[in-house]
């Protein structure tokens, strides 16, 4: 079946260094692979997206990488800053049904 | 000022009564959706709709209902069905084109 997984739980990153947060996918049919960051009681929020026959999307401080010979998605974010602490969410779009998996919990140290 | 909005913020309600969730869009777009979010967990799709009069089940669409007969309200009904209905609830639209969903602020419901 459809599944979007995440390899960890939660990263810890140094204030000023780069980010990178991956996730594993099953369903090689998705239209699109989203990435959202959700802030503590609130609704996520869109960052980036990539279409499926693309490799590589950059947008302001952020970079994501789909490798669909191994099913395997990442986003980077540079310089990292104590804004970015939130937990990301990869997801994928397949018509208009999107999926979403359980998440990572970004937390930047000083 | 173009979004989505959810009402309530915070829900309350007494075990065995039906509660209906509301949400609204003026973005325009064709699909919206349901999900239920648990403490420290993913977002669970309920409930998903591409186009008014119609509507799909997600992955735990048991014990919910939801109508779609206006492009800009997806509301959903959380009935005494449904055995843990504490949670967050979030709606979400998006254009059937593209890969970028709007979510809105979400409803927090509590079961009492």
Redesign the interface.
Known sequence: GESVGLHLPTLSVQEGDNSIINCAYSNSAS????W?KQES??????II???SNMDKRQGQRVTVLLNKTVKHLSLQIAATQPGDSAVY?C?E?K?????????TRLSIRP | DGGITQSPKYLFRKEGQNVTLSCEQNLNH??M?W?RQDPG?????IY?S?IVNDF?K??IAEGYSVSREKKESFPLTVTSAQKNPTAFY?C?S?S?S?????????TRLTVL
């Open positions: 239209d699109y692979f989203i959202y009681g609130k609704g996520p929020q869109f997206d990539i279409r969410f997801a779009k018509a208009s049904k999107i999926i979403f998996g359980s998440g | 064709d699909a959706y999900y967990q993913g977002l669970r799709l998903y591409q799909q997600g992955d979030l979400a998006s059937t593209g890969g970028r969903g709007f979510f809105g602020p979400g």
